[in-house]
C-alpha cells in the first residue's frame, strides 16, 4: 500500500483545467459557450468604454488650454482658432496653434448618452454571464455527486478496505465543492478578464503600438508569476486535501464509535489525534497563503513599474514626438493598465482552478477507476437450475489491505447441496473468508469458487447474490420501518410473506408489541433495537429471500437462551433443502450439522460429524475442550459464587450469552455483556425489572416538533463572535490589516498621480511639464515596491490567521461534539454522516467572514476612505453626484448576500440529508452489498440532491441580477458624473484635473465595494456555518464529562445499587423500560443479568455508565448517587467487554492502551494484558510481530477482535 501511495504522489497531481468538464452534455456546453461570449463581450465592454475615455480626455484637454489661453485679453477665438486681436494666429512654443470653440457641456452630454449605452449592454450580458456559468455548474456538480456516489458504491470490497469510509464522505462533502467553486461563476470572471486583457491591449495598440510594445515587453513576467503561482497552489491544495480527509477519516470512526469513546474516557485523546491531522493540513494551508502572497505582491509591483515605464515614455510619445494625443496617451495607458490589472485580479481564479483540480484529482480517479468485481456489471449467466453444490478448488487469498498475510492457502472444500455444513477452527483461520468468497466480496488469487460446477465468477453478480441469505455476527439495521428492513431481502416482497418471515425468526410477537408494529423506525444503524431484537428482525429478512443458500455467522450470537432456542428452530427448519454453511464459536449450535469441517492456517484439516471429530482429537476436540476449560474459569473462587447445574451434552456446554440492551442512537451501538456461569450468593435487596419486551416507539409528533425546531432557519452569526475565536492570532490579524490598508490606499493615490498627469499636458513650459511627469513616474515605482511587500505581508498574515482559525474551530467543534450526553447522539440529525460533513464545511466556510475575507474588508474600506478624502477635499459639489450610485452598488451586494443567506440555508441542510444517505450507505457496505441494494441507497442519494439542485439553479439568476446591476451602476455613474464635472468646468471654472481626479478616486472606491461585494456569498455562507457552530458549543450537555465536577475518591471499593430506578429513553418518553429497578451488587461479588431480548438488562449497564440519568430514583456507587460523581472518574472504575467490540484504526498496542486513558500505559502491561486475553500468540505471528502493527480493516478478524477488546 505505502509503494501505491508513493507512486500516485509522483503522477500528476491534478486533473487538466478542461478535464473539469469532461461531464458536462452538449446542452451544458451550449450553455457554457453562450456564458463564454457573454463573458467574452463584457470584457470588451471596458475596453470600448476608453475609446471614449481617450475623445473626453482630448475635449477637457483642448478646453482647458482654450480657457488658458482666452485668459490673456489681448487673445481671441476666429474660426476655432485662437489668435491675437490683430488677426494673428496665437503660436505655442512648439509652433502649433490652438484652438477654441469647444461647448464643453454639450460634448458631455454626447458621451454621456456612449456611457449609458455600454452600461445597459453590460447588465444584459453580466447576467447571463452569471447566470448561465452558475447553472451549467449546478447541472455538471449534480452529475459529478451521483456519478461518484454510484461508482463508489460499485466498487469490490476490496476497495474499501484500503479507503477510510470517513474519507470518502469528506472528499463527498469538501472536495465535490471545491470543484463547483473551480467550474462556476469563477469560469466567467475569469473570461471577464481575459476578455478585457486582450481587448484592452487591441486598444492600445491602435492607440499607440509603440508604447503598447514597450509595456508587452515586461507583460511575461506577470503571465510567468500566474503560471508558477497556479502550479504552487495547486500542489499545496492537493496536500491540505489530503490532510483535511485523513482528520475526517478520524472523526468519522470516533462519531461512529462514540460510546465506547465515553466509556473508556477517550475524548481527550481523541481530540488530540483529530488535532494532529489538522496541525498537518494548517501547515500545507499557511505555505499557500505565504506564496500567494509572494505571487500578488511580485504582480502588483510589476503593474506599478509598468504605469512608471508607460507613463514616462507616453509622455516623450505625447510633447516631443507628437505621435500621440493627451486622449490617445490615455486611451493606450488605460488599455494596457485595465488589461495588466484584469490579468493580475485573475489569480483569484487560477487558485480557484487549481483548488478544484486538484480535488478533482482523487474524485475523477475514483470515476474513472473500473471495479474489480462490479456489482452493477450485467454481465455473467444466470443458471437455470440451481441446485447449492459449492467447492473451493486450491484456493488461495490474501485481503488487498494486507497482501503479506495469507488468509486462505489451498483450500480445498465441497459443500454439498441441501446440506448443513459448519465451518469451525480458531480465529483467523479463515472460515468468514469463505463466505465472503462465495458472496463475491473478493476473488481469490489463485483457485476458484464454484457454484454447481460453474466458476462463480463466470455469474452475474447480483443473480449470484440474490440466491444467498446472510445472517451476520454484527447485525445491520438501516433507517427505515422494520418492514421496510426485512423487505429489503427481497424486492416486491408482500406484507404478508414479511409477517411469515418474521413468525420464523421469532421477531412477530415483539414487533407486535411496539406501537407503531411494522412501521415502527428502528433508526440508523437499528439503533433504536436492542441486539436480539436487531438479530431477529436480520434472520426474518434472510429468511424473506428464500434463498437457495444460506450463511449463517453467528446467527444467534446476540440473543437470550428462550430466543436462542426458538431461532434456532426456526433456522433448522430454513435449512431444509437449503445449502446451508455455519459458522458458531459457540459450538453446540453447530453439533447437528451434516459436516463439520475443522479450518486451521487457511487449510479445511478435517471433516467429519460431531462425534467422529471428538474421538479424531483434533482441530474440533481442542475447541471443545478449551471452551469446557473457559466454563469453569470462576470455579476458584468459591467465596463469591453459588453453584450452578448446567446441562451438558456430549461434554457441549451451552454458553449463556446476554443481549445488547436498546442502543437509540443513530451512531454504531455497542453492546455491554458479561459471560458467565455463575452467580452471587449474596445478593442483597431484590431484583426487579417490570418490563415487557423493550418497545420502540416512532412518536412522530415529537419528532416533527423536533426536526421543526432543528431545521428553522439558523440566524447568521454576529461577526463580532467569530471574530473573538480568531482573537489569539491579532498580531497576525494586525499586520494583515496594515498590509491591506497599504494595499487599499494604492489605487486612491493612482487617481491622485493619475489626475496630475493628465494635468501637465495643459501646462506650457516643456522643462516644467517633463519635471513633473519624471517625478510622478519615480512615485510610481516607489508605490510597486511598497505593494510588494504589503501584498506579502497581507497574504501571509491573514493565511496564518485563518488556517489557525479554521484548526481551531474544527477542534473546538470536534471537542463540542464529544461532550455531549449520549442522548444528543440519538437525534437523526446528529447522526455519524452529519457531523463529520458539519465538521468538514462550517469551520472552512467561517473563513469567509474572517481570514483574507477579513483583508478584503480593511482594503475595501481603506480605499473607500481615502478616496472620499481625496475627492470631497477637491470638489464636494462632484463627489455628491458621483457618491449618489455608490449605496446602488451596496444595495445589491445586501441583496445578494441576504438572498445568498437563505440558499445556504437551504443547502446545508440538503447536503446533510445526503451525507448521512452516503454515511449510512458506506458504513454498511458488506450488508448492501450481500443484499444486492447498492441501486436503493444510490436513488435514496440522488433523491436527497434534489433540493441543493433546485436551489443552485435558483441562486444562479438571483446572482446574476445582483452582479448585472453591481457592473451596470458603474458605467451609468461615468454618464452622469462627467456630464455633471462637464458643467462645473464651463460654469464654475473647475479645473479639469480635478473632475478627473474626484471621477476617479470614488470610482475606483466603487469598485472596491463592488468587489467586496462579490464576497458576499462566501460571507452568507460563513455566518450560517458559524451560527450553527455556535449552537453546538453553547449548548450544555445534560450529563457534564467535566473532570471539576462531581466527586472522586481514593478507596473505590465497587459496590453497586440501583433503587427504585424507572427509566425512559429521551426519545421514546412514553415507553417505560424499567420500572422500580431494585438490585444491589457486593464487592468481589459477580451479577449476571438474564432475560428476554430487549427486557432491559444492558438498559441498567447504561445507567451505571451514566449515558443516561434514571428519571426517578438513584444508581448508588460505594453508597453515592451516580449523578454526584465525577464521570471520568466513574467511568475509569468501569472495563467494558463489548458483544460488538470496537477497534480504532491505530496500532494493537494503543487500542490495548485505550483501556486506560488516564496514564501512559506501558508496554510491559500491554503484553501482560495480551497474554491474559489470549492474544499474544496471535499477536507474534503477524509479519511485523509487533504490538505497532496497524489494523485498518479490522472486518477480516475474527475472535482476535474480540480478545483485543477483552486486553
Given at each position: 500500500?505505502?509503494?501505491?501511495?508513493?507512486?500516485?504522489?509522483?503522477?500528476?497531481?491534478?486533473?487538466?483545467?478542461?478535464?473539469?468538464?469532461r461531464?458536462?452534455?452538449w446542452?451544458?456546453?451550449?450553455i457554457?459557450?453562450?456564458?463564454?461570449?457573454?463573458?467574452?463581450?463584457?470584457?470588451?465592454?471596458?475596453?470600448?468604454?476608453?475609446?471614449?475615455?481617450?475623445?473626453?480626455?482630448?475635449?477637457?484637454?483642448?478646453?482647458?488650454?482654450?480657457?488658458?489661453?482666452?485668459?490673456?485679453p489681448?487673445k481671441?477665438?476666429i474660426?476655432?482658432t485662437?489668435t491675437?486681436?490683430?488677426?494673428?494666429?496665437?503660436?505655442?512654443?512648439d509652433?502649433?496653434?490652438?484652438y477654441?470653440?469647444?461647448?464643453?457641456?454639450?460634448?458631455?452630454?454626447k458621451f454621456?448618452?456612449?456611457?449609458?449605452?455600454?452600461?445597459?449592454?453590460?447588465?444584459?450580458?453580466s447576467?447571463?454571464?452569471?447566470?448561465?456559468?452558475?447553472?451549467?455548474?449546478?447541472?455538471?456538480?449534480q452529475?459529478?455527486?451521483?456519478?461518484?456516489?454510484?461508482?463508489?458504491m460499485?466498487?469490490?470490497?476490496g476497495?474499501?478496505?484500503?479507503?477510510?469510509?470517513?474519507?470518502?464522505?469528506?472528499?463527498?462533502?469538501?472536495?465535490?465543492?471545491?470543484?463547483?467553486?473551480?467550474?462556476?461563476?469563477?469560469?466567467?470572471?475569469?473570461?471577464?478578464r481575459?476578455?478585457?486583457?486582450?481587448?484592452?491591449?487591441?486598444?492600445?495598440?491602435?492607440?499607440?503600438?509603440?508604447?503598447?510594445?514597450?509595456v508587452?515587453?515586461?507583460?511575461?513576467?506577470?503571465?510567468l508569476?500566474?503560471?508558477?503561482m497556479?502550479?504552487?497552489?495547486?500542489?499545496?491544495?492537493?496536500?491540505?486535501?489530503?490532510?483535511?480527509?485523513?482528520?475526517?477519516?478520524?472523526?468519522?470512526?470516533?462519531?461512529?464509535?462514540?460510546?465506547?469513546v465515553?466509556?473508556?474516557?477517550?475524548?481527550?485523546?481523541?481530540?488530540?489525534?483529530y488535532?494532529?491531522?489538522?496541525?498537518?493540513?494548517?501547515?500545507?494551508?499557511?505555505?499557500?497563503?505565504?506564496?500567494?502572497?509572494?505571487?500578488?505582491?511580485?504582480?502588483?509591483?510589476?503593474?506599478?513599474?509598468?504605469?512608471?515605464l508607460a507613463?514616462?515614455?507616453g509622455?516623450?510619445?505625447?510633447?516631443?514626438?507628437?505621435?500621440?494625443?493627451?486622449?490617445g496617451?490615455?486611451?493606450?495607458?488605460?488599455?494596457?493598465?485595465?488589461?495588466?490589472?484584469?490579468?493580475?485580479?485573475?489569480?483569484?481564479?487560477?487558485?480557484?482552478?487549481?483548488?478544484?483540480?486538484?480535488?478533482?484529482?482523487?474524485?475523477?480517479?475514483?470515476?474513472?477507476?473500473?471495479?474489480?468485481?462490479?456489482?452493477?456489471?450485467?454481465e455473467?449467466?444466470?443458471?437455470?437450475?440451481?441446485k447449492?453444490?459449492?467447492?473451493?478448488?486450491?484456493?488461495?487469498?490474501?485481503?488487498?489491505?494486507?497482501?503479506?498475510?495469507?488468509?486462505?492457502?489451498?483450500?480445498?472444500?465441497?459443500?454439498r447441496?441441501?446440506?448443513?455444513?459448519?465451518?469451525?477452527?480458531?480465529?483467523?483461520?479463515?472460515?468468514?473468508?469463505?463466505?465472503?468468497l462465495?458472496?463475491?466480496?473478493?476473488?481469490?488469487?489463485?483457485?476458484?469458487v464454484?457454484?454447481?460446477?460453474?466458476?462463480?465468477?463466470?455469474?452475474?453478480?447480483q443473480?449470484?447474490?440474490?440466491?444467498?441469505?446472510?445472517?451476520?455476527?454484527?447485525?445491520?439495521?438501516?433507517?427505515?420501518?422494520i418492514?421496510?428492513?426485512?423487505?429489503?431481502?427481497?424486492?416486491?416482497?408482500?406484507?404478508?410473506?414479511?409477517i411469515?418471515?418474521?413468525?420464523?425468526?421469532?421477531?412477530?410477537?415483539?414487533?407486535m408489541?411496539?406501537?407503531?408494529?411494522?412501521?415502527?423506525?428502528?433508526?440508523?444503524?437499528?439503533?433504536?433495537?436492542?441486539?436480539?431484537?436487531?438479530?431477529?428482525?436480520?434472520?426474518?429478512?434472510?429468511?424473506?429471500?428464500?434463498?437457495?443458500?444460506?450463511?449463517?455467522?453467528?446467527?444467534t450470537?446476540?440473543?437470550d437462551n428462550?430466543?436462542?432456542?426458538?431461532?434456532?428452530e426456526?433456522?433448522?427448519?430454513?435449512?431444509?433443502?437449503?445449502t446451508t454453511?455455519?459458522i458458531?464459536?459457540?459450538?453446540?449450535?453447530?453439533?447437528?450439522?451434516?459436516?463439520?469441517?475443522?479450518?486451521?492456517?487457511?487449510?479445511?484439516?478435517?471433516?467429519?460429524?460431531?462425534?467422529?471429530?471428538?474421538?479424531?482429537?483434533?482441530?474440533?476436540?481442542?475447541?471443545?475442550?478449551?471452551?469446557?476449560?473457559?466454563k469453569?474459569?470462576?470455579?476458584?473462587?468459591?467465596?463469591?459464587?453459588?453453584?450452578?447445574?448446567?446441562a451438558?451434552?456430549e461434554?457441549?456446554?451451552k454458553v449463556?450469552?446476554?443481549?445488547?440492551?436498546?442502543?437509540?442512537?443513530?451512531?454504531?451501538q455497542?453492546?455491554?455483556?458479561?459471560?458467565?456461569?455463575?452467580?452471587?450468593?449474596?445478593?442483597?435487596?431484590?431484583f426487579?425489572?417490570?418490563?415487557?419486551?423493550?418497545e420502540?416507539?416512532?412518536?412522530?409528533?415529537?419528532?416533527?416538533k423536533?426536526?421543526?425546531?432543528?431545521?428553522?432557519?439558523?440566524?447568521?452569526?454576529?461577526?463580532?463572535?467569530?471574530?473573538?475565536?480568531?482573537?489569539?492570532?491579532?498580531?497576525?490579524?494586525?499586520?494583515?490589516?496594515?498590509?491591506?490598508?497599504i494595499n487599499?490606499?494604492?489605487?486612491?493615490?493612482?487617481?491622485?498621480?493619475?489626475?496630475?498627469?493628465?494635468g501637465?499636458?495643459?501646462?506650457q513650459d516643456?522643462?516644467e511639464?517633463?519635471?513633473?511627469?519624471?517625478?510622478?513616474?519615480?512615485?510610481?515605482?516607489?508605490?510597486?515596491?511598497?505593494?510588494?511587500?504589503?501584498?506579502?505581508?497581507?497574504?501571509?498574515?491573514?493565511?496564518?490567521?485563518?488556517?489557525?482559525?479554521?484548526?481551531?474551530?474544527?477542534?473546538?467543534?470536534?471537542?463540542?461534539?464529544?461532550?455531549?450526553?449520549?442522548?444528543?447522539?440519538?437525534?437523526?440529525?446528529?447522526?455519524?454522516?452529519?457531523?463529520?460533513?458539519?465538521?468538514?464545511?462550517?469551520?472552512?466556510?467561517?473563513?469567509?467572514?474572517?481570514?483574507?475575507?477579513?483583508?478584503?474588508?480593511?482594503?475595501?474600506?481603506?480605499?473607500?476612505?481615502?478616496s472620499?478624502?481625496?475627492?470631497?477635499?477637491?470638489?464636494?459639489?462632484?463627489?455628491?453626484?458621483?457618491?449618489?450610485?455608490?449605496?446602488l452598488?451596496?444595495?445589491?451586494?445586501?441583496?445578494?448576500?441576504?438572498?445568498?443567506?437563505?440558499?445556504?440555508?437551504e443547502d446545508?441542510?440538503?447536503?446533510?440529508?445526503?451525507?448521512?444517505?452516503?454515511?449510512?450507505?458506506?458504513s454498511?457496505?458488506?450488508?448492501?452489498?450481500?443484499?444486492?441494494?447498492?441501486?436503493?441507497?444510490?436513488s435514496q442519494?440522488?433523491?436527497?440532491?434534489?433540493?441543493?439542485y433546485?436551489?443552485?439553479?435558483?441562486?444562479?439568476?438571483?446572482?446574476?441580477?445582483?452582479?448585472?446591476?453591481?457592473?451596470?451602476?458603474i458605467?451609468?455613474?461615468?454618464?452622469?458624473?462627467f456630464?455633471y464635472?462637464?458643467?462645473?468646468?464651463?460654469?464654475?471654472?473647475?479645473p479639469?484635473?480635478?473632475v478627473?481626479?474626484?471621477?476617479?478616486?470614488?470610482v475606483?472606491?466603487?469598485?472596491?465595494?463592488?468587489?467586496a461585494?462579490?464576497?458576499?456569498?462566501?460571507?452568507?455562507?460563513?455566518?450560517?456555518?458559524?451560527?450553527q457552530?455556535?449552537?453546538?458549543?453553547?449548548?450544555?450537555?445534560?450529563?457534564?464529562?467535566?473532570?471539576?465536577?462531581?466527586?472522586?475518591?481514593?478507596?473505590?471499593?465497587?459496590?453497586i445499587?440501583?433503587?427504585?430506578?424507572?427509566?425512559?429513553?429521551?426519545?421514546?418518553?412514553?415507553?417505560?423500560?424499567?420500572?422500580?429497578l431494585?438490585?444491589?451488587?457486593?464487592?468481589?461479588?459477580?451479577?449476571?443479568?438474564?432475560?428476554?431480548?430487549g427486557?432491559?438488562?444492558?438498559?441498567?449497564?447504561?445507567?451505571?455508565?451514566?449515558?443516561?440519568?434514571?428519571?426517578?430514583?438513584?444508581v448508588?456507587?460505594?453508597?453515592?448517587?451516580?449523578?454526584?460523581?465525577?464521570?471520568?472518574?466513574?467511568?475509569?472504575?468501569?472495563?467494558?467487554?463489548?458483544?460488538?467490540p470496537?477497534?480504532?484504526?491505530?496500532?494493537?498496542?494503543?487500542?490495548?492502551?485505550?483501556?486506560?486513558?488516564?496514564?501512559?500505559?506501558?508496554?510491559?502491561?500491554?503484553i501482560?494484558a495480551?497474554?491474559?486475553?489470549?492474544?499474544?500468540?496471535?499477536?507474534?505471528?503477524?509479519p511485523?510481530?509487533?504490538?505497532?502493527?496497524?489494523?485498518?480493516?479490522?472486518?477480516?478478524?475474527?475472535?482476535?477482535?474480540s480478545?483485543?477488546?477483552?486486553?
Open positions: 500500500k505505502n509503494g501505491s501511495d508513493k507512486t500516485k504522489k509522483e503522477k500528476a497531481l491534478t486533473v487538466g483545467f478542461f478535464q473539469l468538464f461531464f458536462a452534455t446542452k451544458e456546453v451550449l457554457m459557450v453562450v456564458g463564454s461570449v457573454c463573458s467574452l463581450v463584457h470584457g470588451a465592454a471596458s475596453p470600448l468604454m476608453l475609446l471614449v475615455y481617450g475623445m473626453m480626455t482630448n475635449t477637457f484637454v483642448d478646453y482647458e488650454l482654450e480657457v488658458h489661453e482666452l485668459a490673456n489681448n481671441t477665438c474660426n476655432n485662437i491675437w486681436l490683430d488677426g494673428t494666429v496665437v503660436e505655442r512654443p509652433n502649433s496653434t490652438t477654441c470653440g469647444v461647448d464643453i457641456e454639450a460634448e458631455m452630454t454621456a448618452f456612449y456611457y449609458v449605452g455600454i452600461g445597459v449592454g453590460v447588465l444584459i450580458l447576467y447571463f454571464q452569471i447566470a448561465l456559468w452558475v447553472s451549467a455548474a449546478a447541472r455538471q456538480i452529475r459529478i455527486r451521483k456519478m461518484y456516489f454510484r461508482k463508489i460499485c466498487m469490490e470490497i476497495w474499501f478496505d484500503c479507503n477510510s469510509v470517513g474519507e470518502l464522505n469528506t472528499r463527498i462533502s469538501d472536495d465535490i465543492n471545491k470543484i463547483n467553486n473551480a467550474i462556476a461563476d469563477q469560469v466567467s470572471t475569469f473570461i471577464e481575459i476578455s478585457t486583457f486582450i481587448f484592452g491591449f487591441m486598444v492600445g495598440f491602435i492607440g499607440g503600438w509603440k508604447l503598447t510594445l514597450v508587452i515587453a515586461v507583460s511575461p513576467l506577470i503571465g508569476a500566474a503560471g508558477l497556479a502550479m504552487a497552489v495547486a500542489r499545496l491544495t492537493g496536500r491540505e486535501l489530503t490532510a483535511y480527509a485523513k482528520a475526517g477519516a478520524v472523526a468519522d470512526e470516533v462519531l461512529s464509535s462514540i460510546r465506547t465515553a466509556a473508556f474516557g477517550g475524548e481527550h485523546k481523541e481530540t488530540e489525534r488535532d494532529r491531522n489538522l496541525v498537518v493540513a494548517q501547515a500545507w494551508g499557511i505555505k499557500k497563503g505565504a506564496i500567494i502572497g509572494v505571487f500578488q505582491g511580485y504582480l502588483w509591483c510589476i503593474i506599478f513599474l509598468c504605469y512608471a507613463f514616462w515614455y509622455s516623450k510619445l505625447v510633447i516631443e514626438t507628437k505621435e500621440l494625443t493627451p486622449g496617451l490615455v486611451q493606450v495607458f488605460f488599455g494596457v493598465l485595465m488589461g495588466a490589472m484584469n490579468l493580475g485580479q485573475a489569480s483569484p481564479c487560477l487558485e480557484a482552478f487549481a483548488s478544484g483540480r486538484a480535488a478533482a484529482k482523487s474524485i475523477f480517479d475514483t470515476i474513472d477507476r473500473e471495479p474489480e468485481i462490479d456489482c452493477f456489471s450485467e455473467g449467466h444466470a443458471l437455470d437450475k440451481v447449492g453444490d459449492i467447492e473451493f478448488h486450491s484456493v488461495h487469498f490474501n485481503y488487498p489491505s494486507r497482501p503479506e498475510v495469507k488468509i486462505l492457502d489451498d483450500l480445498n472444500v465441497v459443500v447441496a441441501g446440506e448443513t455444513t459448519a465451518f469451525v477452527g480458531p480465529s483467523g483461520s479463515g472460515k468468514s473468508t469463505t463466505i465472503q462465495i458472496q463475491r466480496f473478493y476473488d481469490p488469487k489463485e483457485g476458484m464454484t457454484l454447481d460446477g460453474h466458476d462463480i465468477r463466470s455469474l452475474n453478480i443473480w449470484l447474490r440474490s440466491l444467498i441469505g446472510v445472517v451476520e455476527q454484527e447485525p445491520v439495521l438501516f433507517a427505515t420501518t418492514a421496510e428492513n426485512i423487505r429489503f431481502g427481497r424486492p416486491g416482497v408482500t406484507m404478508e410473506e414479511i411469515e418471515a418474521a413468525k420464523q425468526a421469532n421477531a412477530y410477537n415483539f414487533i408489541d411496539l406501537p407503531q408494529k411494522f412501521d415502527t423506525l428502528v433508526g440508523e444503524g437499528g439503533g433504536q433495537m436492542s441486539g436480539g431484537q436487531k438479530q431477529r428482525i436480520a434472520i426474518a429478512r434472510a429468511l424473506v429471500r428464500n434463498p437457495r443458500i444460506l450463511l449463517l455467522d453467528m446467527a450470537s446476540a440473543l428462550e430466543s436462542e432456542t426458538v431461532v434456532q426456526a433456522l433448522d427448519k430454513a435449512r431444509q433443502g437449503r454453511i455455519s458458531a464459536h459457540r459450538l453446540s449450535t453447530i453439533r447437528n450439522a451434516n459436516v463439520i469441517m475443522g479450518f486451521e492456517h487457511g487449510r479445511a484439516v478435517e471433516r467429519g460429524k460431531h462425534s467422529q471429530l471428538l474421538d479424531r482429537k483434533g482441530v474440533y476436540f481442542t475447541l471443545v475442550t478449551l471452551q469446557n476449560q473457559g469453569d474459569t470462576d470455579s476458584d473462587k468459591p467465596e463469591y459464587t453459588a453453584e450452578m447445574t448446567i451438558e451434552e461434554g457441549l456446554e449463556r450469552s446476554f443481549s445488547r440492551g436498546s442502543y437509540e442512537s443513530d451512531l454504531r455497542r453492546s455491554y455483556s458479561q459471560m458467565t456461569n455463575s452467580i452471587p450468593d449474596a445478593i442483597s435487596g431484590k426487579k425489572i417490570h418490563s415487557d419486551h423493550l420502540v416507539e416512532e412518536v412522530e409528533a415529537n419528532n416533527k423536533s426536526k421543526g425546531k432543528d431545521e428553522d432557519v439558523t440566524e447568521p452569526a454576529p461577526v463580532a463572535r467569530i471574530l473573538k475565536y480568531n482573537r489569539p492570532e491579532w498580531p497576525y490579524m494586525l499586520l494583515g490589516s496594515l498590509g491591506a490598508a487599499g490606499s494604492v489605487n486612491p493615490i493612482y487617481a491622485l498621480l493619475f489626475s496630475e498627469i493628465l501637465t499636458f495643459s501646462i516643456l522643462d511639464q517633463r519635471r513633473q511627469i519624471n517625478g510622478i513616474c519615480i512615485l510610481f515605482v516607489s508605490i510597486g515596491v511598497l505593494s510588494f511587500f504589503s501584498q506579502f505581508l497581507q497574504g501571509y498574515s491573514f493565511a496564518k490567521s485563518g488556517e489557525l482559525l479554521t484548526r481551531r474551530l474544527r477542534k473546538v467543534g470536534f471537542q463540542a461534539m464529544l461532550k455531549q450526553e449520549i442522548s444528543w447522539f440519538d437525534n437523526p440529525i446528529n447522526s455519524p454522516g452529519a457531523l463529520t460533513t458539519r465538521l468538514a464545511t462550517d469551520a472552512s466556510m467561517v473563513q469567509g467572514a474572517t481570514g483574507s475575507q477579513i483583508g478584503m474588508i480593511v482594503n475595501s474600506l481603506t480605499n473607500i476612505g481615502a472620499f478624502i481625496i475627492a470631497y477635499y477637491f470638489s464636494w459639489k462632484l463627489s455628491l453626484v458621483v457618491t449618489c450610485f455608490l449605496p452598488i451596496g444595495l445589491s451586494g445586501v441583496f445578494q448576500a441576504k438572498m445568498l443567506t437563505g440558499f445556504a440555508n446545508k441542510n440538503a447536503l446533510e440529508a445526503a451525507g448521512q444517505v452516503s454515511s449510512e450507505a458506506l454498511n457496505i458488506r450488508t448492501i452489498a450481500g443484499l444486492a441494494k447498492e441501486k436503493h441507497f444510490v442519494y440522488e433523491e436527497q440532491l434534489q433540493t441543493p433546485k436551489g443552485a439553479k435558483k441562486k444562479a439568476h438571483v446572482y446574476g441580477i445582483c452582479f448585472a446591476f453591481a457592473q451596470c451602476v458605467f451609468m455613474a461615468f454618464a452622469a458624473s456630464r464635472g462637464g458643467y462645473l468646468v464651463s460654469n464654475e471654472g473647475l479639469y484635473m480635478m478627473f481626479r474626484v471621477i476617479s478616486a470614488l475606483t472606491s466603487a469598485t472596491a465595494l463592488g468587489r461585494s462579490s464576497f458576499t456569498p462566501d460571507y452568507a455562507k460563513a455566518k450560517i456555518a458559524a451560527a457552530l455556535f449552537k453546538m458549543l453553547d449548548r450544555v450537555p445534560k450529563i457534564s464529562i467535566s473532570k471539576t465536577e462531581g466527586q472522586s475518591w481514593d478507596d473505590f471499593k465497587g459496590q445499587e440501583f433503587k427504585g430506578c424507572r427509566f425512559t429513553y429521551p426519545s421514546r418518553p412514553d415507553i417505560q423500560v424499567l420500572r422500580g431494585e438490585v444491589s451488587v457486593h464487592p468481589g461479588q459477580t451479577l449476571a443479568f438474564v432475560g428476554s431480548s427486557c432491559g438488562k444492558s438498559t441498567s449497564v447504561q445507567l451505571l455508565e451514566r449515558f443516561y440519568d434514571p428519571n426517578e430514583g438513584q448508588l456507587i460505594d453508597g453515592r448517587p451516580s449523578a454526584s460523581i465525577s464521570v471520568p472518574f466513574l467511568r475509569s472504575q468501569i472495563g467494558i467487554v463489548s458483544q460488538e470496537v477497534l480504532f484504526d491505530c496500532s494493537i498496542a494503543e487500542n490495548i492502551q485505550y483501556g486506560d486513558n488516564s496514564r501512559t500505559v506501558s508496554m510491559e502491561e500491554i501482560e495480551a497474554k491474559k486475553a489470549y492474544l499474544h500468540d496471535f499477536v507474534m505471528t503477524l511485523d510481530v509487533s504490538y505497532a502493527f496497524l489494523l485498518f480493516m479490522t472486518d477480516h478478524l475474527d475472535l482476535q477482535i480478545s483485543l477488546n477483552m486486553a
